[in-house]
């Protein structure tokens, strides 16, 4: 495993921006990277604080208290302090930059958690303007083959816990159940489903429009081969029949049994279940 040390002053946008640049350099030097998954895996710590009379030390983890569905704790390191206070900068272009070289590169900043989740999660903790570059981050791990036991849907949880159920959070999550689906997406929605009172969100007119536009756009993006199995796995199986009108009784269900009806064409049989 690989530790980079940065000394930074998170109250100077001059080092803060400086920093930016260190980190590009170094992503730039190391290359992608052997590949995620394989025998010979990278991990690359990025850790920032002060140094004085030559030692370092490291800034402490901010002391936000977030859990991920069924009371997982997010994973806070100096990595969130350092991106947090980043995100308060006019600092044109530079984290965006700092961003994508994470995104593309095939480095680990722990056992489980793809090198950029730490950044993203304190830049949507500072503003919700980042959720959408988040979500970009997700589908471009899709190249990886990654979402299998990792932490990156530890930014869904600090999107909800910071922000409620919004455009953004809900355009994020209808990403993660489809475009951005993975290894375990149905799980996933299920559990914020459940978990962070979405149902209650949906009884707001305007909310379920922005999540019914955001599903039928990644549905209409889906390969129709994929289209019945992303239902499945969020817990809708198109072939076990529809509850009679009213009974399924959330508004999630009732969005999502409509989609189904819409864009899977079933065998005869199968459409008895629905009308």
Request: proline share 4%.
């Amino acid at each position: 495993m690989a530790e980079k040390q940065f000394s930074v002053d998170i109250h100077s946008m001059e080092s803060v921006s400086a920093v930016l640049k260190e980190i590009q350099d170094l992503l730039d030097s190391l290359g992608e990277g052997p590949g995620r998954g394989s025998d010979e895996e990278d991990y690359l710590q990025l850790q920032f604080g002060t140094v004085e009379n030559g030692e370092f030390t490291e800034l402490p983890p901010p002391a936000w208290h977030i859990e991920a569905p069924s009371g997982r704790p997010v994973t806070l390191t100096s990595a969130h302090s350092f991106f947090h206070a980043a995100a308060a900068f006019d600092i044109p272009g530079l984290i965006e930059e700092t961003l994508e070289k994470m995104g593309h590169s095939m480095y680990m900043e722990s056992g489980t958690a793809p090198l950029g989740t730490y950044a993203f999660c304190a830049l949507i903790r500072a503003n919700r303007e980042w959720i959408h570059l988040y979500r970009e981050y997700l589908d471009n791990l899709i190249r990886f083959d990654m979402f299998e036991d990792t932490e990156e849907t530890d930014g869904i949880s600090v999107a909800l816990t910071s922000y409620g159920w919004t455009e953004e959070t809900l355009e994020l999550l209808a990403s993660r159940m489809f475009s951005s689906h993975g290894h375990e997406g149905g799980e996933d929605f299920q559990s914020f489903r459940d978990e962070y009172a979405l149902n209650d969100a949906l009884e707001d007119d305007l909310l379920y429009g922005v999540f019914e536009g955001a599903l039928r756009s990644e549905i209409e993006e889906t390969e129709d081969t994929d289209l019945e199995s992303r239902f499945l796995s969020c817990g809708y199986d198109p072939h076990g029949g529809l509850p009679a009108s009213g009974e399924a009784g959330t508004p999630c269900d009732n969005l999502i049994w409509e989609l189904v009806r819409e864009y899977l064409v079933l065998d005869d049989d199968d459409y008895d279940d629905y009308y």
